[in-house]
Antibody, heavy 122, light 107 residues
Framework: QVTLKESGPGMLQPSKTLSLTCSFSGFSLSTSGMVVSWIRQPSGKSLEWLAAIDWDGDKYYNPSLKSRLTVSKNTSNTQVFLKITSVDIADTATYYC??????????????WGQGVMVTVSS | DIVMTQSPTSMSISVGDRVTMNCKASQNVGSNVDWYQQKTGQSPKLLIYKASNRYTGVPDRFTGSGSGTDFTFTISNMQAEDLAVYYCMQSNSYPWTFGGGTKLELK
């Protein structure tokens, strides 16, 4: 059974660094073609793809945020992390992680986490 | 970035209706478009991948078509449980981008 679950601080102040964790089970990120991605959604708005990391450790970022994003994974390939530096109110959103088997080009997001809500406020 | 423009932004529908929505890409994305359903308070759920392939377990009343820049998503016999926001997404080139969504509401 494939599951993903995001965790994060809930609330943080502007200019701080947001650290998110995606913990998953039922699959391994070491499997060829596997990708885990981060996507966010401000309340009432559409989805925005942020970053991805694949089975080979290759990383992909949304250029609009690239300078602020760092995606990584643990050595046992059961968690993926996302750091966003210098957050501001516009980073307030629900953050999802999602699995994408089949590789970045051929795959699709077949399993999503429940999402974690992050509020940036002073 | 490739802009995915969905239309209409919302639709008032009745159970049993045939529902058609569109997604237009600002550049050729081949068949690299997926469709997701998001119900209130839930995560998105994959319905259609690569423009026209129904994902495992998805009812056959959901269909997708198109290639290049123009894509269509259809619900042939609307059910109450299909009330949701539907998003298209392109993965032909980075950054992957989503449309603004089409919200289905009861008439």
């Amino acid at each position: 059974q494939v599951t993903l679950k995001e965790s994060g601080p809930g609330m943080l102040q502007p200019s701080k660094t947001l650290s998110l964790t995606c913990s998953f089970s039922g699959f391994s990120l070491s499997t060829s073609g596997m990708v885990v991605s981060w996507i966010r959604q401000p309340s009432g708005k559409s989805l925005e793809w942020l970053a991805a990391i694949d089975w080979d450790g290759d990383k992909y970022y949304n250029p609009s945020l690239k300078s602020r994003l760092t995606v990584s994974k643990n050595t046992s390939n059961t968690q993926v992390f996302l750091k966003i530096t210098s957050v501001d109110i516009a980073d307030t959103a629900t953050y999802y992680c999602a699995r994408r088997p089949g590789g970045p080009r051929k795959g699709y997001f077949d399993y999503w986490g429940q999402g974690v809500m992050v509020t940036v406020s002073s | 970035d490739i802009v995915m423009t969905q239309s209409p932004t919302s639709m008032s529908i009745s159970v049993g209706d045939r529902v058609t929505m569109n997604c237009k890409a600002s550049q050729n994305v081949g068949s690299n478009v997926d469709w997701y359903q998001q119900k209130t308070g839930q995560s998105p759920k994959l319905l259609i991948y690569k423009a026209s392939n129904r994902y495992t377990g998805v009812p056959d009343r959901f269909t997708g078509s198109g290639s290049g820049t123009d894509f269509t998503f259809t619900i042939s016999n609307m059910q109450a449980e299909d009330l949701a926001v539907y998003y298209c997404m392109q993965s032909n080139s980075y950054p992957w981008t989503f449309g603004g969504g089409t919200k289905l509401e009861l008439k």
